[in-house]
Nanobody, 115 residues
């Protein structure tokens, strides 16, 4: 499986941005999908995730603003980010976890929320 991430960039506070992550290969072997982020000087944190067939779960700081979605047919994982705040500034990564227990990270891209 390979992950190809896209999206990110600079946006003003209150704006929206969408990040996408396309998986290719044996995506049927993926058990869980997720988005993480790492702000400058901070540890990487889980933003949103779900297990195959389950419901999404979000970290408290993004609930009601971010939406994670998966196009199973295309193997594309999206993160729609609305009402962005400066504290959302971070490098965002997609991640998949396989039934084997192994995980794979996509390329991180910087999202900057600033006026």
């Amino acid at each position: 499986v390979q992950l190809q991430a896209s999206g990110g960039g600079l946006v003003q506070p209150g704006g929206s941005l969408r990040r996408s992550c396309a998986a290719s290969g044996s995506i049927f072997s993926i058990n869980a999908w997720g988005w993480y982020r790492q702000a400058p000087g901070k540890e990487r944190e889980l933003v949103a995730h779900f297990r195959r067939g389950g419901s999404p779960d979000y970290t408290d700081s993004v609930k009601g603003r971010f939406t994670i979605s998966l196009d199973n047919a295309k193997g594309t994982l999206d993160l729609q980010m609305n009402t962005l705040k400066p504290e959302d500034t971070a490098v965002y990564y997609c991640n998949v976890r396989f039934y084997s227990g192994l995980s794979l990270w996509g390329q991180g891209t910087l999202v900057t929320v600033s006026s």
